[in-house]
Every structure is written in C-alpha cells, then in structure tokens.
C-alpha cells in the first residue's frame, strides 16, 4: 500500500521561505506524477504544483509561479517544494499528492499525504 511522508511546513514571515518535502513508499510503479495541493481556511483546494517522473515536466498554478519550484529524487520517489517569495495568501494547508502516471492524468492524485500548515505572517 501506497503512504506518503510530509514534513516541512511551518511559520515564516512574508518574503521568507520554507521548503516541503513528500517521500512515497510502497509503490509498485516507477512511472508517477507527485506534487502539493492547498487549502486556505474558508476556501476551496487548489493545485499548487505537481512533477512528472516520466520526463521531469513541472506544472504551477499561476499564483506560485516565479515564487516556488518543485524537484524530484526519483531514486527515493520523493518530492521536494522549495517556497520562496511567501505571501499572507500563501498560508493553508498543503496536501502532498501521489499517484500513477502524469501530471494532469487520471491517477495522478489517487494518494494523499497528512497535511502541512504552512503560516505566513506579516
């Protein structure tokens, strides 16, 4: 059975940065899409960012963009996003997700990981 393992997160001041990490283990596949969804209190998920192991193809909601990166270690299928640039709107839980496949593809978000509080403050 697929199990994610999310750490990072925390406080940070605006501008600052913080660095999330999602390992998945238990997987029989090689070929998987892995990355971050959010949710702020009160509002909706949102896709935040998500990495094709098959090509190393990056995808960002346009509110990250120029602010955050994603990288892979496909050794360990584990991801990495490194927040740079925090803004107040940046605040929410953020959801590590896993799954078959590519970014975008039917699986791709088939696991989740225990959320991550990630708090900017001003």
């Known amino acids: 059975d697929v199990q994610l393992q999310a750490s990072g997160g925390g406080l940070v001041q605006t501008g600052g940065s913080l660095r999330l990490s999602c390992a998945a283990s238990?997987?029989?596949?090689?070929?998987?899409?892995i990355g971050w969804f959010r949710q702020a209190p009160g509002k909706e998920r949102e896709g935040v960012s998500c990495?094709?192991?098959?090509?190393?193809?990056?995808h960002y909601a346009d509110f990250v963009k120029g602010r955050f990166t994603i990288s892979t270690d496909n050794t360990k299928k584990s991801a990495y996003l490194q927040m740079n640039g925090l803004i107040l709107e940046d605040t929410a839980v953020y959801y590590c997700?896993?799954?078959?496949?590519?970014?975008?593809?039917?699986?791709?978000?088939?696991?989740w990981g225990q959320g991550t509080q990630v708090t900017v403050s001003s």
């Open positions: 990495i094709s192991s098959r090509d190393g193809s990056t």
């Open positions: 997700t896993f799954g078959a496949g590519i970014c975008g593809g039917r699986s791709y978000t088939d696991y």
């Open positions: 238990g997987a029989t596949f090689d070929d998987y899409a």
